[in-house]
């Protein structure tokens, strides 16, 4: 069943995220998707994310549909103004890209590329609107389309550190629903009865709420991020439980089974993150019995 279908009658959606490559080589990124084609619904590709140039996430979502896998393809405005956004956006629909998340670009200052300037010609809710009228047959401008484009149009909701941002998350995922958002990338869960908590309180957005399982990769990882990334909230006992293990690196592959395990009552679906390790998706998957 396809992203779309899954999203419209409820099945529990798996998708995991690949970065494209830093270059040509996408042999990596082909013998990843290989070995999960069968076993998710789609794969989610970021657009330059953490301001790091990488093939862009169009031409790695043809390749997806090359494999057989369907793409999710990040697209915001900070690295194109709205000539080029829409034309990728036609491109996309040509190429069997049909599913899209709209993201906040990320600050340029950690990235490879510092000096590179951002465009920020659209915010969220107007590369929405942008969207909806290339599916309505016309650009921003008003001009008609030669054949128009369908998509599937997804948001995110960034960590938060406390109620009160928790609540402005929510408010503007709210309007990116409003404007048509079907689904919202949530941050990583690490602590399951939060995310219950969290999921009481954003039941009323009207999209399927598809929280994000970060492998912790190692103990060191878990730690910094549970003391340098606000609204991680990794618990203790999770730190723990991976520093006691016989075999630390698979026990952070258990943890994740695990999670997408009880995401299920809880959520519409989940996104495998990795972060370089998309080579041991399956063992992922193989946890979490899928």
């Not at 951002?118 to 969207?131: N, P, Y």
């Not at 484009?149 to 960590?159: D, W």
Request: glycine share 8%.
């Amino acid at each position: 069943m396809d992203f779309q279908k899954c999203l419209s009658t409820g099945e529990f959606v798996i998708l995991a995220q690949m970065n494209t490559p830093k270059g040509v080589n996408v042999s990596e990124m082909v013998n990843n998707a290989r070995r999960i084609k069968g076993r998710i619904h789609a794969v989610v590709i970021p657009d330059m994310d953490n301001g790091v140039m990488r093939m862009s996430a169009l031409a790695g979502g043809a390749i997806m549909r090359q494999q057989g896998l369907e793409p999710i393809i990040h697209v915001y405005a900070r690295d194109r103004n709205r000539m080029a956004l829409q034309g990728d956006l036609l491109a996309a629909h040509v190429l069997g890209v049909q599913a899209l998340v709209v993201v906040r670009g990320e600050d340029m200052s950690q990235g490879d590329h510092v000096n590179a300037k951002c465009v920020d010609d659209l915010d969220e809710i107007s590369l929405f609107g942008a969207i909806r009228c290339l599916q309505n047959g016309v650009d921003i401008a008003g001009s008609e389309l030669n054949g128009n484009p369908s998509f599937t149009v997804g948001c995110t909701i960034r960590p938060s550190v406390d109620e009160k941002s928790l609540d402005s998350e929510i408010e503007a995922a709210r309007k990116m629903v409003e404007a048509g958002a079907r689904f919202i990338l949530c941050p990583p869960v690490f602590d399951v009865d939060r995310f219950s908590t969290f999921a009481e309180k954003a039941k009323g957005l009207g999209a399927v709420l598809i929280p994000t399982v970060f492998l912790l990769k190692t103990v060191g990882i878990a730690r910094y991020m549970a003391t340098y990334e606000p609204g991680a909230f990794i618990p203790e006992h999770l730190i723990k439980r991976m520093r006691q293990a016989k075999n630390r690196e698979m026990e952070g592959f258990v943890i994740a089974g695990e999670t997408i395990k009880h995401l299920k009552s809880l959520a519409g679906g989940v996104q495998i993150v990795t972060l370089g390790w998309e080579h041991r998706l399956s063992t992922i998957l193989d946890y979490a019995e899928i």
